[in-house]
């Protein structure tokens, strides 16, 4: 007897084709079959009628990674209809965990009062297999963390035997299963990071079987051209695919970029290079505050960084720099273009939802002044989103057929210990969002193009086999949805909104979303090397 039938869906198998209306029956986790099985018995028939049904989306740009321990039900990706997501990004991942990058890591998971409890990735993962997961997880190993297992957060050049070190961490990472490697090159300590360092760390991956160098670039703003090239040497170097996450021109006078980024990437893959991107649809990017400050201010680390900034003669510096940067007269973004989401303590929680001129009034200071105030009170962590991209460039970049969808944020639930702050919407509203806008607003792409970008483009990039697609044999990951309907409702000033029009989704053949209703089943698995 088949388990579940769906039954009259409009079938998108992810790979953009047109829809046909049919049924989808599952057995043990699987698609078992295709096609008119009227005639055939069944534990449960799901009418699905005027509803859209198409392979669970794909987060390829995830930042959970320990909070798939703090809140196994992932509850803001799968009211999304996410079914996988793609941790370790932007340099930064779980494992491997020694010296400076454990201390570092043992402070953010207290801030959700886990302990860490592991030191390598095959730790980690048979932690989050033993807790119960609702979505299937897999990661990459962050170059930003294995740097800081070797040499804190220096700024100078690894010396050889430390190389060695790092790609010995590399390599036995993507043993435990990571899918490839991370750089976030604007981030401490990842920005020392050379091409030699880079090349190096990825051909330990490729040796140990995963070919994949994923990279947020060195500079997205006025170098972001040469950041591409850098990234593309990197995988010429190791003979490896490169992937540039949330690809994007920032900053008012940088605006239009992305047609020579997209140009060269698009060249660098009819030479034949593996490269691919993904994208947020929206038009704010959401950091770090700390990426305002001057490079010489940043180097050597957080403590080192403070040190400067309370030196009254060094913040007065600073404060001329970042006024000179957001000068509106030298085509610089708006101080009102930086919304505070997580001031990080108790003592400047109620200052999410502020924008930075704003604030400034309320403290009676400059912005500038005012943004190095609240960096010092809270030792760097604040949180901030930016308004600083252009919709026009966002959709040629989702345009793009290389192109898949990454929400850049964490899994968060409505309530309890991982709602913080006012976090970007895209954090509760990625993928609909791009129904609503691009596909049904815009126009920017069809439908099942869309499908595509979320379910087996991502798939084939990242080498998750056995998903991306609807047909038999494919793991159960489904998402049935309203077509005209599907849409997000998360904002600026209040994320926590569900996304409508998604009724069911399934993840390896089991509910977690019925009927709209969460079931709290925990079916997702761990994805070691995309298995």
């Known amino acids: 007897m088949l388990q579940t039938i769906f039954e009259q869906a409009q079938i998108y198998d992810g790979l953009g084709n047109p829809p046909y209306v049919t049924d989808v029956a599952i057995v043990d986790a699987k698609v078992a079959l295709i096609g008119n099985l009227a005639e055939r018995d ?70 959700y009062r886990l302990a860490v409890d592991w030191q390598s990735l095959d730790d980690f993962f048979a932690l989050v297999a033993r807790n119960g997961i609702a979505l299937n997880v897999a990661t990459l190993v962050g170059l930003g963390t294995t740097r800081s297992c070797i040499s804190g957060p220096s700024d100078r050049r690894l010396e050889a035997a430390e190389r060695a070190e790092q790609e010995r961490l590399v390599r036995e990472a993507v043993e435990h299963g990571a899918l490839g490697v991370s750089s976030g090159l604007i981030y401490e300590p990842s920005r020392y990071a050379d091409v030699t360092e880079l090349i190096g760390c990825s051909l330990a991956a490729r040796a140990a079987g995963a070919p994949r160098y994923v990279s947020h670039l060195r500079d997205e703003g006025s170098e972001v051209v040469a950041a591409v090239e850098e990234a593309l040497a990197v995988g010429a170097g190791a003979d490896v695919a490169v992937h540039c996450s949330h690809h994007k021109a920032a900053g008012r006078r940088n605006w239009g970029k992305v047609h020579r980024t997209l140009e060269m990437i698009g060249n660098a893959r009819t030479r034949g290079a593996d490269v691919g991107i993904d994208v947020y649809p929206y038009i704010a990017s959401w950091t770090e505050l700390a990426s305002l400050l001057p490079d010489a201010v940043r180097r050597g680390g957080e403590a080192a960084t403070l040190e400067r900034l309370r030196v009254p003669e060094i913040a007065a510096t600073v404060a001329l720099a970042l006024n000179l940067q957001r000068d509106p007269a030298l085509g610089g973004d708006s101080w009102h273009d930086i919304l505070i989401t997580d001031a990080g303590t108790e003592r400047n929680s109620d200052l999410a939802g502020y924008r930075i001129d704003e604030l400034a009034r309320r403290w009676g200071v400059s912005p500038a002044q005012c943004t190095i105030r609240l960096l010092v009170e809270e030792k760097l962590a604040v949180q901030c989103a930016f308004f600083n991209l252009n919709e026009d460039d966002v959709a040629s970049v989702i345009g793009a057929d290389f192109c898949s969808i990454g929400s850049d944020a964490s899994a968060r639930a409505f309530e309890g210990i991982t709602v913080r702050g006012i976090p970007h919407p895209r954090t509760y509203g990625c993928f609909p969002r791009v129904f609503g806008r691009f596909v049904r607003g815009r126009r920017t792409l069809s439908i099942e193009e869309a499908i595509r970008r979320m379910t087996s483009l991502p798939a084939a990039q990242f080498g998750l086999a056995g998903r991306g697609s609807v047909a038999i044999g494919n793991w159960a990951d489904l998402v049935v949805f309203e077509p005209a309907g599907i849409v997000d409702r998360a904002t600026y000033e209040n994320p926590f909104v569900r996304s409508a029009g998604i009724h069911h989704v399934v993840v390896n053949g089991r509910a977690v979303i019925r009927n709209g209703e969460i079931t709290r089943a925990l079916p997702g698995r761990v994805l070691r090397n995309g298995r």
Do not use: M
């Open 42 to 111: 069944a534990l449960e028939r799901i009418p699905c009628d005027g509803l859209a049904l198409s392979p669970g989306f794909i987060d390829v740009h995830s930042h959970s990674d320990e909070l798939w321990l703090a809140d196994s039900r992932c509850l803001s990706k799968i009211t999304q209809g996410v079914t996988t997501e793609i941790g370790g990004n932007c340099g930064t991942s779980v494992a491997p965990l020694a010296g400076d990058a454990l201390a570092r890591k043992r402070r953010e998971a207290a801030g």
